[in-house]
């Protein structure tokens, strides 16, 4: 299984390409969505890595797949400038995937 990235930004493409991780820049929704949705019928993809930024901006779409979708995992990474939220990052993850408040 190969991990795939979906990026917004330039960096965060290049470090992973250096890690020998595949991906793609985007920024519109719509280019969002197709790649997300290719990825997941890529059967050799296992693990879809996608930025905060792009999180934000299709999340019903990622909750769907984390919800249904029994063969792609779909991990959330900071872009270099770290997390935008300043909230606990580990109990809103465990609060958004399985809706247990901590």
Known sequence: ?????????????????????????VNEKDEILKELNLAIKNENI?????????????????????????????????DRYGYSSKENFISKYINESIGIKI
């Open 46 to 78: 296992g693990i879809i890595i996608i930025t905060e930024k792009i999180q934000e901006k299709v999340m019903d779409k990622v909750m769907e797949i984390r919800i249904e979708e029994n063969n792609h995992l779909i991990v959330t990474i900071p």
């Open 1 to 25: 299984m190969k991990s795939f990235l979906i990026s917004d930004n330039r960096d965060t493409f290049l470090a992973m390409r250096l890690a020998g991780i595949d991906g793609v820049i």
